[in-house]
């Protein structure tokens, strides 16, 4: 079956533009997660999804990063106002249960954001 | 607190020797997981193996193998007689329930295999 699918694949934006990225989970599969690949930082967690609801937002590193999900289903990460710091990759990961300890999330290829 | 340390940062070996990718986790829950991810060249984080902390038991799938010790807090991972193939960098993970979904990343050891 199709697997988590994200776009755009890359992104090129100017500092202080405003970018969204898009995340379509494996079908069925009710917790979404994002996390941020970057050089100096690695693999670092951002927000999960349950459903339409986000019990953990502990990583969203400012207020203008935001996050939502409709229908159970495709999410969507908002960066406002963006920063040089922002370049990275974005992905995207799913799982079948909600925070269930015993799935393992599966992710999507990401997308690449470039802040000029 | 909760930490997941790979120390090797690049491995670099030649076809069909064996390589151990070193695993150490820092935890105080008595219920966690444990996963390996492989990430080629194109960039998609490929699941391998999940481990949960009450099964110490090694696991072998093909080529790969996984030793995994509570008593020295490690999860290492070996590749027999390593492929061209198998060059990408390698994540170990922590999950552990408190803390809803979210995966704790180790550094990654980006492994080179030459032919």
């Known amino acids: 079956g199709a697997g988590v699918s994200q776009s755009p694949s890359n992104k090129v934006t100017e500092k202080g533009k405003d970018v969204e990225l898009r995340c379509d989970p494996i079908s069925g599969h009710t917790a979404l997660y994002w996390y941020r690949q970057s050089l100096g930082q690695g693999l670092e967690f951002l927000i999960y999804?349950?459903?339409?609801?986000?019990?953990?937002k502990s990583g969203l590193p400012s207020d203008r990063f935001s996050a939502e999900r409709t229908g159970g289903s495709v999410s969507t990460l908002t960066i406002q106002r963006t920063q040089q710091e922002d370049s990275a990759v974005y992905l995207c990961a799913s799982s079948s249960r909600a925070g269930g300890a015993t799935d393992t999330q599966y992710f999507g290829p990401g997308t690449r954001l470039t802040v000029l | 607190a909760q930490k997941v340390t790979q120390a090797q940062t690049e491995i670099s070996v030649v076809e069909k020797e064996d390589v151990t990718l070193d695993c150490v986790y820092e935890?105080?829950?008595?219920?966690?997981?444990l996963f390996w991810y492989k990430q080629p060249p194109s960039g998609e984080l490929v699941f391998l193996i999940r481990r949960n902390s009450f099964d110490e038991q090694n696991e072998i799938s093909g080529r790969y193998s996984w030793n995994f010790q509570k008593s020295t807090s490690s999860f290492n991972f070996t590749i027999t007689a390593s492929q061209v193939v198998d060059s990408a960098v390698y994540f170990c993970?922590?999950?552990?329930?408190?803390?809803?979904?979210?995966?704790?990343f180790g550094q990654g050891t980006e492994l080179s295999v030459k032919p």
């Open positions: 993970a922590l999950f552990f329930g408190n803390q809803g979904g979210k995966l704790i």
């Open positions: 935890t105080r829950d008595t219920t966690y997981y």
């Open positions: 999804f349950q459903g339409n609801s986000a019990p953990d």
